[in-house]
């Protein structure tokens, strides 16, 4: 069976997809769509924007669902996929590749869900951390003998957690995992605390949104990083989408799955190539590509 992933934020590159707009017709007119709907031009900053522009969070998730979904497009009949699965952000990408939402819809809502989490991060000083080799369980007592706010946030491949909370208890938080045997635990350029209890008022925001779009019934199951399970009902879609802003990204939890329930192959769809790097450690006799 053929899983298609989908990377989320931290995958951007100056000069991500203009060879799809230079070279497709159907890419080209997608990537003028979404310039409109935006109200912007995020072509220009995707093409030819600076390493600062493309880290604005209200640049980078929009740009990396577009670099994602319309490289999806671009693939015709060669694109069917058995199961699908997001990244983070990239869960959105995944949900217009299986159809649960409208290239439009998609965009609009990676669009409020950028702007929601960017006043979050504005409204509290925050980040997060990686931290390596380091048993989960492990880390996770650690974060919980902490009096500040710090959660794991990514599982990203056994050995590899990345931590998000408070600029206090991040710092706190790589002290003692270091001392707790840590190979490493690196502060990460990232703009605040994401999948932590921080992004609570941003996961206000994005609910409104998601309650009001409507969800159709997908081509195929797509596994959720809130609770790393097989969901096909677009309810539980929406709720799972909603939780995720506040929840940890089960990404080992969920390949484990989409492996145990027959995936063979994984087809990383979008900027980079991450996830094939992360499936690779989490599964050792499976086929890894990109799109």
Same mark, same amino acid.
């Given at each position: 069976?053929?899983?298609?992933?989908?990377?989320?934020?931290? !995958? =951007?590159?100056?000069?991500?997809?203009?060879?799809?707009?230079?070279?497709?017709?159907?890419?080209?007119?997608?990537?003028?769509?979404?310039?409109?709907?935006?109200?912007? /031009? &995020?072509?220009?900053?995707?093409? !030819?924007?600076?390493?600062? %522009?493309?880290? =604005?969070? /209200? @640049?980078? +998730?929009? *740009?990396?669902?577009?670099?994602?979904?319309?490289?999806?497009?671009?693939?015709?009949?060669?694109?069917?996929?058995?199961?699908?699965?997001?990244?983070?952000?990239?869960?959105?990408?995944?949900? @217009?590749?299986?159809?649960? $939402?409208?290239?439009?819809? #998609?965009?609009?809502?990676?669009?409020? /869900?950028?702007?929601?989490? +960017?006043? *979050?991060?504005?409204?509290?000083?925050?980040?997060?951390?990686?931290?390596?080799?380091?048993? %989960?369980?492990?880390?996770?007592? &650690?974060?919980?003998?902490?009096?500040?706010?710090?959660?794991?946030?990514?599982?990203?491949?056994?050995?590899? $957690? @990345?931590?998000?909370?408070?600029?206090?208890?991040?710092?706190?938080?790589?002290?003692?995992?270091?001392?707790? #045997?840590?190979? /490493?635990?690196?502060?990460?350029?990232? #703009?605040?605390?994401?999948?932590?209890?921080?992004?609570?008022?941003?996961?206000?925001?994005?609910?409104?949104?998601?309650?009001?779009?409507?969800?159709?019934?997908?081509?195929?199951?797509?596994?959720?990083?809130?609770?790393?399970?097989?969901?096909?009902?677009?309810?539980?879609?929406?709720?799972?989408?909603?939780? +995720? $802003?506040?929840?940890?990204?089960?990404?080992? +939890?969920?390949? =484990?799955?989409?492996? !145990?329930?027959?995936?063979?192959?994984?087809?990383?769809?979008?900027?980079?190539?991450?996830?094939? #790097?992360? &499936?690779?450690? &989490?599964?050792?006799?499976?086929?890894?590509?990109?799109?």
């Amino acid at each position: 069976m053929i899983a298609y992933v989908f990377p989320g934020q931290g !995958a =951007q590159f100056t000069g991500m997809g203009k060879d799809l707009y230079d070279k497709s017709e159907s890419a080209k007119a997608l990537f003028e769509k979404a310039n409109d709907i935006l109200g912007f /031009r &995020i072509t220009e900053l995707m093409f !030819a924007g600076t390493d600062e %522009d493309l880290r =604005q969070t /209200r @640049v980078t +998730q929009p *740009a990396i669902f577009l670099h994602s979904v319309i490289l999806a497009s671009t693939l015709g009949e060669d694109f069917k996929p058995d199961m699908v699965a997001g990244h983070s952000l990239g869960e959105f990408s995944a949900l @217009v590749a299986n159809k649960v $939402l409208s290239f439009e819809d #998609g965009l609009r809502l990676v669009f409020a /869900r950028a702007r929601a989490m +960017q006043k *979050a991060c504005e409204k509290e000083p925050s980040t997060m951390a990686a931290i390596l080799g380091l048993d %989960d369980q492990k880390v996770e007592e &650690i974060c919980k003998s902490i009096d500040e706010i710090v959660v794991p946030a990514n599982y990203n491949s056994p050995g590899q $957690l @990345v931590i998000s909370g408070s600029m206090k208890g991040i710092e706190i938080a790589c002290e003692k995992l270091k001392a707790g #045997g840590a190979r /490493r635990a690196l502060p990460l350029k990232v #703009g605040g605390a994401f999948h932590s209890p921080l992004m609570e008022p941003a996961r206000i925001e994005l609910a409104d949104a998601i309650n009001s779009t409507v969800f159709h019934q997908p081509v195929c199951p797509i596994y959720q990083n809130a609770t790393a399970e097989r969901v096909t009902d677009p309810l539980r879609i929406k709720e799972n989408l909603i939780a +995720q $802003l506040t929840a940890p990204v089960l990404w080992t +939890q969920l390949v =484990q799955r989409m492996i !145990a329930d027959g995936a063979t192959h994984f087809i990383e769809v979008g900027p980079g190539n991450v996830l094939q #790097g992360l &499936i690779s450690k &989490i599964g050792k006799d499976v086929t890894v590509a990109g799109a």
